[in-house]
């Protein structure tokens, strides 16, 4: 993945009216998840930001609110790359993923965003773009390739998680397909269904009265 550099401030005020001040300031609010397992009860004193989540099995998890400006992550938002993120957080170096991010439904506005604390031994799920390679034999035939899914989710520790899934269509038939299930890339895992169908070539009426033509 390409790296991104982000500064970030950690945020205490997390009522409306402090969320509403930063985006006067033309800030977003934020969170920080995936951070610190720890065992529970746990008395040593959070950072300003931090909260402690209950999980399981008498383990938190501690998490950070944050603050990031709107013209720094415009570049993380509108692409279809994904980055790995170098955040830092009142001058504290953290790795990130960027997972979701919520918009103004009429404005299109950005209301928030999460992002993921990563680290290299600890797989995680992420949305990749797919990227179709190669030329089918079924468009050779006058059919029309259509492309399904332009993303799959993937799980793998986030340092071998590639920027694009490259699949290559030179042998896809007319009317033939490809599913989940039909792909595999190398240290990764597809959390897509297996039946799931990913591209496909369809068959056009030029296709169709070729076709008829040859059996008769």
């Known amino acids: ?37 720890v065992e529970l009860p746990y008395n040593e004193a959070l950072k300003p930001g931090e909260k402690m989540v209950e999980i399981s099995n008498g383990r938190g998890l501690i998490t950070t609110d944050i603050a990031v400006k709107a013209e720094d992550v415009r570049k993380l938002i509108y692409t279809p790359d994904i980055f790995e993120i170098d955040m830092e ?15 103004q439904p009429v404005k299109d506005t950005v209301l928030h965003i999460d992002f993921l604390e990563v680290f290299p031994e600890k797989p995680i799920v992420m ?32 340092t071998e998680i590639p920027e694009r899934l490259v699949v290559n269509v ?3 038939g007319l009317g033939k397909s490809l599913a ?26 030029a296709a169709r009265g070729a076709a008829a033509k040859a059996e008769n």
């Open 89 to 103: 957080i009142n001058g504290e170096k953290r790795k990130a993923v960027m997972k979701e991010i919520q918009f």
């Open 180 to 205: 989940v299930g039909d792909l595999h890339f190398e240290g990764l895992e597809l959390m897509n269904a297996k039946n799931a169908v990913v591209c496909a070539v369809q068959l056009t009426r």
């Open 1 to 37: 993945m390409k790296v991104y550099e982000l500064k970030a401030e950690a945020r205490e005020g997390l009522g409306k009216k402090a969320v509403k001040a930063l985006r006067a300031e033309g800030k977003i609010p934020a969170v920080l998840n995936g951070g610190k397992i």
């Open 127 to 158: 949305e990749v773009p797919v990227q179709i390679e190669g030329h089918a034999e079924g468009v050779k035939a006058g059919g029309k390739l259509t492309l399904s899914m332009r993303k799959l989710k993937v799980k793998a520790p986030y």
């Open 170 to 172: 030179d042998t896809l």
